[in-house]
């Protein structure tokens, strides 16, 4: 079995998005894994929405954004709710950062939004 350096980033290709296992139900229970297994689950995902209004909540959970299964989630997104040019003049996104809550849940916090024009991260 390859055994990642700490720091260095793990080759192994990600499990298809059905087979993520689930995180502990209670917080000193995640805790508890991280450090026995001295392992966080960070999901990234970058997104070309193409001005395109977010699909519904159910179908970015069970295609990009599966619940609970990573303690650390950094979503990417370019053309995001408008076009390049619109969002020149309207380059706010609370629209999508409304949409991720709703996604997550309460289980998850939004650290951080920041826009610029039509990239979001």
């Known amino acids: ?3 990642a350096d700490p720091g260095q980033a793990d080759p192994t290709p990600a499990p298809a998005i059905d ?3 689930e995180l502990p ?4 229970a995640v805790r508890a894994e991280i450090e ?7 999901r990234v995902v970058t997104w070309n ?3 395109n209004a977010p699909p519904p909540k159910e179908q970015l959970r ?4 599966p619940l609970n299964t990573h303690h650390v989630v950094v979503v990417g997104t370019e053309e995001c709710e408008n076009t390049i040019a619109v969002s020149l003049i309207n380059p ?3 629209r999508w950062e409304g949409r991720l809550r709703e996604v997550f849940g309460e289980n998850y916090n939004l650290l951080c939004g920041h826009a610029l ?5």
Not at 36 to 42: N, P
Not at 62 to 65: K, Y
Request: avoid cysteine.
């Open 36 to 42: 026995a297994t001295g392992q966080v689950r960070v």
């Open 49 to 51: 929405m193409q001005a």
């Open 62 to 65: 069970a295609e990009l954004l």
């Open 92 to 94: 706010s996104k609370d």
């Open 1 to 3: 079995d390859y055994k």
């Open 19 to 21: 087979q993520f296992t």
């Open 117 to 121: 024009q039509a990239t979001h991260s």
């Open 25 to 28: 139900a209670d917080e000193e």
